[in-house]
């Protein structure tokens, strides 16, 4: 192969292996043999059980979206669903990612809202009519005034048609001509859809910060609130099957204020009529665990890449399931064991389990052939990938941190310490929760084959 076509096949690696991307259904690898929250979710959302309310816990880079995306089929056997990227939403039409950090729940009461116009009225075929009218003057309650004048008039449709969502329609057996009229073949085949943005148009302020508080009890909050269940009262009624809402993003949410009024003060989101599907983020579920009602949390956490009992030897489990990401992916483009296998398993111990990091450091080591030339990877070039990696974990550590890894590192049992560091570690995805009977903690793998301590006695 000339070098031409050598940097090419490189550079069709590195497109592919976008790690801020989620995965297609093409792309992923089951996680059955461990971890398989997202599964467990699907099973019970099949039951004959509606309205029920599911919390999926772990970090950013964990693999929850692309778990949630590749179980939307099986989802939309008995229910329909209708999934929101938040993170996205707010980057490319709010175009501001830092709102979401300061989302309120009666905000996403009104997304949702907005989502359920558009699943009915662009993939249901529904025609909203006085239930639209009436989710309008409720939404346009949420404006705040500019100066002195009025609020401005939202376009409601306009707003609805500039979310991007993800659909699946069950196949049902249409109840009576009306629904059959309305829906024709559309809902009696069932499809997965990706409604993208037709517009870029968002003028809904959202996630503003600097004015007070709203409880469930404020008029206008139970105005939109009482519209957008007469929405998913509709949708169920016409349609015959009950739907499942599956938000992605949350777990960009930090802030403890933010995440208590959204799940935990407020009742918006468990009393919604639909089932509910939302990714939050691990640290702050399980350190309010114990305040959550309504909700059913389940941990998603990263693949376990080392033993828990011996945190300096690989734990196939995880190791090899990383390994094989990257080999189904290089079968896919055309170019099988473009990384051996030694090599691929070097990466994966060092990324902590996290599968976007993962992704990153193939990423990264296509760059680095495509500098040396393009020829293939030798260890030398893996060696200077996971040092750049290691580096940038390390960056920014002080005394305490280091003194905080260490402890849970010579820790038996991996329990995760109390106070604020540790839960900072976690939010930084310097200390991550592994699978087992129950949640373990471990500091990144990184950092333990270079900067921390090895626990034992001094000699």
Same mark, same amino acid.
């Given at each position: ?55 999926? +816990?772990?970090?950013?880079?964990? $693999? ?48 949702? $809202? ?70 024709? %073949?559309?809902?009696?085949?069932? !499809? ?17 910060? $600097?004015?007070?508080?709203?409880? %469930?009890?404020? %008029?206008?909050?139970?105005?939109? *609130? ?13 349609? $015959?099957? @009950? ?7 949350? %777990? ?6 933010? *995440?208590?009024? =959204?799940?935990?003060?407020? #009742? ?52 090899? *399931? =990383?390994?094989?990401? !990257?080999?189904?992916?290089? !079968? ?15 990466? +994966? ?27 293939? @990877? ?12 290691? #580096? ?10 280091? +003194? ?50 090895? @626990?034992? @006695?001094?000699?």
């Amino acid at each position: 192969m000339d070098n031409a076509a050598l940097m090419a096949m490189w550079t069709q690696v590195y497109d592919d292996f976008e790690p801020m991307r989620a995965a297609d259904a093409s792309q992923r690898v089951a996680r059955r043999p461990y971890n398989s929250i997202a599964e467990l979710v699907v099973k019970k959302l099949r039951l004959g059980i509606n309205n029920r309310k599911f919390i999926l +816990a772990g970090g950013i880079g964990s $693999g929850k979206s692309t778990e949630l995306r590749a179980v939307l089929e099986d989802i939309r056997v008995t229910k329909n669903v209708l999934l929101i990227d938040l993170w996205d939403h707010y980057s490319k039409s709010v175009r501001d990612p830092k709102a979401l950090e300061q989302i309120e729940a009666v905000e996403l009461v009104g997304l949702l $809202g907005l989502a359920t116009l558009r699943f009915g009225r662009d993939a249901a075929g529904l025609r909203w009519g006085e239930l639209e009218r009436r989710f309008s003057d409720a939404l346009n309650k949420q404006q705040r005034p500019v100066g002195e004048g009025q609020a401005p008039v939202l376009d409601v449709p306009k707003l609805a048609s500039a979310l991007a969502i993800t659909v699946g329609l069950a196949a049902v057996d249409p109840i009576g001509g009306v629904v059959a009229g309305l829906l024709g %073949d559309k809902l009696t085949k069932g !499809a997965i859809m990706a409604l993208q943005k037709l517009n870029d148009s968002w003028e809904w302020k959202v996630g503003l910060g $600097g004015r007070p508080a709203r409880g %469930d009890q404020d %008029d206008a909050v139970r105005a939109l *609130f009482e519209a957008t269940n007469a929405l998913l009262d509709h949708l169920y009624q016409m349609t $015959g099957k @009950p739907l499942v809402l599956v938000v992605d993003g949350l %777990d960009r949410v930090q802030g403890i204020d933010v *995440f208590l009024q =959204l799940v935990v003060h407020s #009742r918006l989101l468990v009393d919604l009529h639909a089932d509910l599907v939302l990714t939050l983020d691990l640290g702050l579920v399980q350190r309010h665990n114990a305040m959550l009602r309504g909700w059913t949390p389940h941990a998603f956490t990263v693949v376990p890449v080392a033993k828990r009992d011996d945190p300096y030897t690989p734990d196939p489990r995880g190791v090899d *399931f =990383l390994a094989q990401v !990257a080999e189904h992916r290089f !079968a896919r483009l055309g170019h099988p064991m473009l990384i051996s296998r030694p090599q691929l398993k070097r990466l +994966a111990c060092y990324s902590a389990g996290s599968v976007r990091d993962f992704i990153m450091l193939v990423r990264d080591t296509a760059e680095q052939v495509m500098m040396d030339g393009g020829e293939g @990877p030798t260890d030398d070039t893996i060696h200077i990938v996971l040092d750049q990696y290691r #580096r940038s974990q390390e960056a920014g550590l002080n005394r305490a941190h280091i +003194a905080c890894l260490e402890g849970v590192l010579a820790d038996p049992n991996r329990r995760l310490p109390e106070g604020d560091l540790p839960a900072e570690l976690v939010n930084r995805q310097l200390l991550l929760a592994y699978p087992n009977e129950s949640t373990w903690y471990l500091p990144h793998t990184a950092l333990i084959w270079k900067m921390l301590r090895r @626990p034992g @006695p001094s000699t």
